[in-house]
């Protein structure tokens, strides 16, 4: 069955960096769009950043230039590389994919972007 697994999330200052990952079981990440989203407390869930299955990415413009999505398909893990954080950047981040009509989450990983 489709599996999920985020790590790597923390209390980070404001301007340090995370790395996130994604393992994923289940199925191949290569083959399908992978996201990450995150929601901060009293907040919607947002969508930070996609990756296609032809490697195309796409980011929120409130991220754009700060987090970069990748993908490693020996590993069939995706990651999320998130810099220049920001306090606006607290959240419990999720990888999700769409598979066959039904969306799977992970479990979420918390950022928090403190001084």
């Known amino acids: 069955q489709v599996q999920l697994v985020e790590s790597g999330g923390g209390l980070v200052q404001p301007g340090g960096s995370l790395r996130l990952s994604c393992a994923a079981s289940?199925?191949?990440?290569?083959?399908?769009?992978m996201n990450w989203y995150r929601q901060a407390p009293g907040k919607e869930r947002e969508l930070v950043a996609t990756?296609?299955?032809?490697?195309?990415?796409n980011y929120a413009d409130s991220v754009k230039g700060r987090f970069a999505i990748s993908r490693d398909n020996a590993k069939n893990t995706v990651s999320l590389q998130m810099g220049s954080l920001k306090p606006e950047d607290t959240a419990t981040y999720y990888c999700?994919?769409?598979?066959?009509?039904?969306?799977?989450w992970g479990q979420g990983t918390q950022v928090t972007v403190s001084s």
């Open positions: 289940g199925f191949t990440v290569s083959t399908y769009a």
């Open positions: 999700t994919v769409q598979r066959n009509g039904q969306r799977y």
């Open positions: 990756i296609a299955p032809f490697g195309g990415t």
